[in-house]
């Protein structure tokens, strides 16, 4: 299942992606403002998740004549989101030809029970997830990229780092389990026994692995970087700080030098007001966006 | 023969998975981000990512010029977007490159992510038969000039090229198990005591 041609394509650009930033865009002038700073790829929606938080509504996939309007503007990937369990939002999305599509809890969830099959697609898809559990059961629905949902909108990091240790320290201690406790631990994950069994023996997740809701600062992509992140998703962070073209260029290099305090400092420095932020002890759960998707 | 040492230009990109496939292929990786980490080794893989990302970084750090100048004496191989910043030319749309490689590559040419592929290719000069190409978003080499040599095609466009010491596929042999391709490369650095003067097209 994981070898077939199709899967390894959908992964081939995940691994394209890798060490770069996926910005959020909401029109044509962001994205070239996204491209022009180096962004591997943007994300087309409707709003940033902080306005979708402020303004409430339902919030559904972008509308079709900005996503257009998107590609036809960068020459990099454009992604769009569509609502959990929308598989028809995600058949426009693919027949609009976009690169990537994004089942995403930043959006209002159409389904309450069921993802996306994202087997049945020949675009590739990206889910977010808190825990392995969750992460090993979006691919075993096809996702071919996972992402941590960390809490979109909100311009706070402890929430993306809180999913990227769990799902890391929760690969760690597969890797030391016997085969009959893995076949505990694949009953406990919620998770197929086949992909459980693959993390135990290497280590990682079977497709590549970003963190996403929070991100800010360089100093942000940096520490997401080194717990374990592969690429870095940017959503309102960047849009709504100050200094939207500097902050873009100084989140690409931090993602390409997240081991270099030198090249940290550089990036950080001369960058305005970043988003303002929320404290998310303050938030009550219906508030939350990570807890949506199953 | 002694290990041979080589970079990958980690940006963006899979670097990951050309660091995997030159270990296969019998060399060591190293992952290079700075001018300085270029002297420590024998040649650069310039992988596949986003070019326009690749080149912004480029510039900004001042790399182009140590990565030209390394380019005069060490092999490159670039793949997919190492290939549009390797040639001579590029369109769609026309951005900056090296300019290390007499060829023109087009950007995304067959279209989108609905649009990659992977297809099995004739390759005669790599022995052991069909090669595995996996495209992905990928460019299409519109014109090679006479210093560069066509090793192989798909649908009638070149798709894995060299000239002198450097070499260019607009496929991810590092997505594929088959070592051939990278092994040439490396080839290459045995040779490169030998005939150090390939040409520069440096523009």
């Not at chain 1, 990091?157 to 809180?162: D, G, L, Q």
């Not at chain 1, 769990?166 to 085969?179: C, P, R, S, Y």
């Not at chain 2, 391709?181 to 003067?197: I, P, S, T, W």
């Amino acid at each position: 299942m994981y070898l077939d041609e199709t899967f390894r394509l959908k992964v081939g650009l995940a691994e394209m992606l890798k060490g770069g930033v996926i910005m959020d865009v909401t029109n044509a002038e962001q994205a070239v403002i996204a491209e022009k700073a180096g962004a591997s790829a943007v994300m087309a929606l409707e709003r940033v998740p902080a306005d979708i938080r402020k303004e409430g509504g339902v919030a559904r996939m972008a509308p079709i004549s900005k996503i257009r309007e998107i590609m036809k503007t960068v020459s990099i990937p454009v992604m769009a989101k569509a609502r959990i369990g929308h598989f028809s939002e995600a058949r426009v999305l693919e027949a609009l030809e976009v690169d990537y599509i994004d089942e995403s809890e930043v959006l209002t969830p159409a389904d309450e029970e069921h993802h996306i099959d994202k087997r049945e697609f020949k675009v590739p898809f990206v889910c977010g997830a808190r825990n392995l559990g969750e992460a090993l059961r979006r691919i075993a629905e096809g996702a071919a990229m996972i992402r941590t949902k960390g809490e979109a909108g909100s311009g706070n990091i402890v929430e993306a780092v809180r999913h990227i240790r769990t799902i890391v320290k929760e690969m760690k201690q597969l890797t030391v389990l016997g085969k009959e406790e893995l076949v505990h631990e694949a009953k406990k994950l919620q998770a197929p026994l086949e992909l459980v069994e693959w993390v135990a023996a290497n280590g990682k997740l079977p497709v590549p692995n970003f963190s996403a809701g929070g991100i800010a600062t360089p100093a942000d992509v940096a520490l997401v970087m080194q717990l374990g992140a592969e690429a870095v998703f940017v959503g309102s962070g960047i849009f709504k700080s100050s200094d939207p073209e500097a902050r873009a260029k100084a989140i690409v290099k931090a993602a390409t030098y997240y081991k270099d305090p030198a090249k940290l400092l550089e990036a950080s420095e001369g960058l305005g007001m970043g988003m303002p932020g929320l404290d998310i002890s303050q938030l009550s759960e219906s508030e939350l966006l990570q807890t949506r998707g199953w | 023969m002694a290990r041979k040492r080589v970079g990958v230009l980690a940006l963006q990109g899979d670097f990951e998975a050309h660091a995997r496939a030159l270990e296969r292929a019998g060399a060591e990786a190293v992952e290079v981000r700075t001018a300085g980490e270029l002297d420590d080794v024998d040649g650069l893989v310039i992988p596949g990512g986003e070019s326009s990302t690749m080149l912004k970084l480029l510039d900004q750090e001042e790399l182009m010029e140590p990565l030209r100048e390394f380019g005069r004496h060490k092999p490159i191989f670039g793949t997919c977007a190492g290939a549009i910043l390797l040639a001579r030319e590029v369109t769609n749309p026309p951005q900056a490159s090296l300019g290390l490689m007499d060829i023109e590559v087009e950007r995304n040419a067959y279209g989108r992510q609905l649009a990659s592929r992977i297809a099995r290719i004739d390759a005669p000069e790599l022995d052991g038969g069909e090669l595995e190409a996996v495209f992905i978003r990928a460019p299409i080499i519109r014109r090679v000039g006479s210093a560069a040599h066509v090793l192989a095609a798909y649908r009638g466009d070149p798709v894995l090229v060299e000239q002198g010491h450097h070499m260019a596929a607009t496929f991810h042999p590092e997505l594929s198990a088959d070592s051939r391709v990278h092994r040439r490369f490396l080839a290459k650095m045995e040779k490169d005591a030998v005939d150090a003067g390939s040409v520069c097209l440096h523009r």
